[in-house]
C-alpha cells in the first residue's frame, strides 16, 4: 500500500530565503506526482506535475524534482515571500490503482 | 470557466441526519474523487469514480455513500451511521488523457455536527 510521508510538518522562514520541502513515497511504480499549495479554508491549487519519466519540473520560483528509484520528491521554492505562505502537499498516482495519495503537507510562514 | 463547483460552503448536521453535498464539474472529466480533510492532516479517500455509474471504495468509505448518474456530477452523502463526520470535504476531477492530466480541486465544503 503506497504511503506518503512530507517532511518538515512546518516550516517558518524569513523572506528571500530558498528553502526545500521534501516529500518520500513507499511504491515506486507511480505514474506521476503532483505538489499542491492550500490556503486555509480553501481547495488545493496544483503547483507542478512530474511525470513518472521526468526529473524535474520548472515553474517560475517553484522547481520540483523526482528520484523514483529512491522514492523521494523535492520542492524547492525560491527567494520566498510572505504570499508563499500556505500548506504544500504532495500527491502521488499509483499506477493501476487510479487514485492519488497524499501526504500530510508542509505549513510553510514566511516572515515579512 | 471551468472548474468544479462544490456546494453548499458550509453545511451542518443534526444527530441522525443524512446530508449530501454537491459536486458539479464542466471540465469533461472522466474520474472524479471525494476526499475528507482533518485539521492538520492530509486528505484521505472516501471514494473515487472512473465512469459513469460507476465507483469504488476509498480508505474511509464507511458511513458514506455516492452515486454517479451523469459525467458532470458526484455527489457525496454523509449517512447517520458517520459518527465523527465534521471535516472539511474536497472533490476533485481529473482527465484520463494520460500521465499529464493535473488533479483539480472544488473549494471544498465544511460539515459540523450542531
Known amino acids: 500500500k503506497q504511503e506518503v510521508t512530507q517532511i518538515p510538518a512546518a516550516l517558518s522562514v524569513p523572506e528571500g530565503e530558498n528553502l526545500v520541502l521534501n516529500c518520500s513515497f513507499t511504491d515506486s511504480a507511480i505514474y506521476n506526482l503532483q505538489w499542491f499549495r492550500q490556503d486555509p479554508g480553501k481547495g488545493l491549487t496544483s503547483l507542478l506535475l512530474?511525470?513518472?519519466?521526468?526529473r524535474e519540473q520548472t515553474s517560475g520560483r517553484l522547481n520540483a524534482s523526482l528520484d523514483k528509484s529512491s522514492g523521494r520528491s523535492t520542492l524547492y521554492i525560491a527567494a520566498s515571500q510572505p504570499g508563499d505562505s500556505a500548506t504544500y502537499l504532495c500527491a502521488v498516482y499509483t499506477s493501476g490503482t487510479y487514485k492519488y495519495i497524499f501526504g500530510t503537507g508542509t505549513r510553510l510562514k514566511v516572515l515579512a | 470557466d471551468g472548474g468544479i463547483t462544490q456546494s453548499p460552503k458550509y453545511l451542518f448536521r443534526k444527530e441522525g441526519q443524512n446530508v449530501t453535498l454537491s459536486c458539479e464539474q464542466n471540465?469533461?472529466?472522466?474520474?472524479m474523487y471525494w476526499y475528507r480533510q482533518d485539521p492538520g492532516q492530509g486528505l484521505r479517500l472516501i471514494y473515487y469514480?472512473?465512469?459513469?455509474?460507476?465507483?469504488q471504495k476509498g480508505d474511509i468509505a464507511e458511513g458514506y455513500s455516492v452515486s454517479r448518474e451523469k459525467k458532470e456530477s458526484f455527489p457525496l452523502t454523509v449517512t447517520s451511521a458517520q459518527k465523527n463526520p465534521t471535516a472539511f470535504y474536497l472533490c476533485a476531477s481529473i482527465g484520463t488523457g494520460g500521465s499529464n492530466e493535473k488533479l483539480f480541486f472544488g473549494s471544498g465544503t465544511q460539515l459540523s455536527v450542531l
Open positions: 469514480s472512473q465512469i459513469v455509474n460507476d465507483f
Open positions: 512530474i511525470q513518472s519519466s521526468q
Open positions: 471540465l469533461n472529466h472522466d474520474a
